[in-house]
């Protein structure tokens, strides 16, 4: 049995895989069309002229629902593993609403570019980073409460190690952007996909840019490493009828059926 036929694990790996190759044809497309500069675009900017804006909005409206599967796999998860733990217990419920409004936020992304909506566009980036970045930080806080128990040490400090370039590269985002976007290097920056080494303050686009890809970088190491995890897990779907027809009839006793959902029980 290959490692990705094991559990639930084909999960975080079809959502990073996914959205990498989200990020890379429509990347690819817009350098083609000269619709953007080689040198690190916006991610959004990969995304925002057709016919490269389709693939891109399809494929993150995707990645969405299949991140939205690995948050709730991994909440199911951690509360079969801690049913009794009241601090788990409220970290994971608030990990399950961070990482829902995380995905939230890149459908937004995803359909609704920078040039044709602008503040629903950034709205939907700051909550796809924000709720992100948090839903990444009471994750290892789980992983911290969870060890060595229920795993080694060693996935708390990937993951912490992780959560701090995410923090790191926020952080660096969040200053330059601010910075770029005073008024102090000229107006209507956010409609603006060519940039010159002349421009004023392209060294602080260059800068953004860079903190975004190796954000969503981070994000991308920290789901793989629920690859292991995954493996351990899988979900089953349970129908319970009420009677023998559709019709309106009194209920009667009916045995109950399982069906595995997605996978076998490991």
Known sequence: MWWFQQGLSFLPSALVIWTSAAFIFSYITAITLHHIDPALPYISDTGTVAPEKCLFGAM?????????ATIYVRYKQVHALSPE??????????????GILSCLGLSVVANFQKTAVFAAHVSGAVLTFSMGSLYMFVQTILSYQMQPKIHGKQVFWIRLLLAIWCGVSAFSMLIC???????????????????????????????????????????????????RDFQKISLRVEANLHGLTLYDTAPCPINNERTRLLSRDI
């Open 177 to 227: 952007s601010s910075v770029l976007h005073s008024g102090n290097f000229g107006t209507d920056l956010e409609q603006k996909l060519h940039w010159n080494p002349e421009d004023k303050g392209y060294v602080l686009h260059l800068i953004t840019t860079a903190a975004e890809w190796s954000m969503s970088c981070s994000f991308f190491g920290f789901f793989l490493t629920y690859i």
């Open 85 to 98: 733990e009241n601090v788990i217990i409220k970290l994971n419920k608030a990990g399950l609403v961070l």
């Open 60 to 68: 993150l409206n995707i990645a969405a629902v299949l991140c939205i």
